[in-house]
Antibody, heavy 120, light 108 residues
């Protein structure tokens, strides 16, 4: 079964850090570009970051640039998002999402999400 | 940044009716990079349409997409009870890969 499972979310104080992980299974992870998308409580979807198959191309939303770092380990079938200097407005469910291949493609597989709550 | 504006914000219809959802972009882009997603409460989004008009795997043919340039449309020909959800358009042609704010399709 093709699956993505996120972990690493939790409650963190403003200015704190977390490392989110996304474990992939059921497909050849290294063949697919990956993304992070977040959704604040009761709000819409916000794309956060993209990483190419060999980490060659990496993009970020302006709202997280300089604070978040995306990475992947193809040997471990895993995607990561290091989130630093967290703000209240970063509170959201964070989803990892697979593109349908390599490059600029839609997101066909999504994880169930991991909740990040930023609060003092 | 390409801003996507969806309308209406909420659409109230009955099962069996036809639904038409709009997505308008702040600048023109290739229809190859326009997708539609469905999201139900407590669930992750599901890809419905990509390339503006191609249905994703397993998506019923009552869902169709159209449009080009700055104006795109998702049509659900005959609403089934399971179609009531929130729908998002997205462009993935240029970073940032923006989403529209969503249209909530609710039962009338």
């Amino acid at each position: 079964e093709v699956q993505l499972v996120e972990s690493g979310g939790g409650l963190v104080q403003p200015g704190g850090s977390l490392r989110l992980s996304c474990a992939a299974s059921g497909f050849t992870f290294s063949y697919y570009s990956m993304n992070w998308v977040r959704q604040a409580p009761g709000k819409g979807l916000e794309w956060v970051s993209y990483i190419g198959t060999s980490s060659d191309n990496i993009y970020y939303a302006d709202s997280v640039k300089g604070r978040f770092t995306v990475s992947r380990d193809n040997a471990k079938n895993s995607l990561y998002l290091q989130v630093n200097n967290l703000r209240d407005e970063d509170t959201a469910v964070y989803y990892c999402a697979r593109a349908t291949g390599s490059g600029r493609l839609p997101f066909d597989i999504w994880g169930q999400g991991t909740m990040v709550t930023v609060s003092s | 940044e390409i801003v996507l504006t969806q309308s209406p914000g909420t659409l109230s219809l009955s099962p069996g009716e036809r639904a038409t959802l709009s997505c308008r972009a702040s600048q023109s882009f290739s229809s190859s990079y326009l997708a539609w997603y469905q999201q139900k409460p407590g669930q992750a989004p599901r890809l419905l349409i990509y390339g503006a008009s191609s249905r994703a795997t397993g998506i019923p043919d009552r869902f169709s997409g159209s449009g080009s340039g700055t104006d795109f449309t998702l049509t659900i020909s005959r609403l089934e009870p399971e179609d009531f959800a929130v729908y998002y358009c997205q462009q993935y042609g240029s970073s940032p890969y923006t989403f529209g704010q969503g249209t909530k399709l609710e039962i009338k």
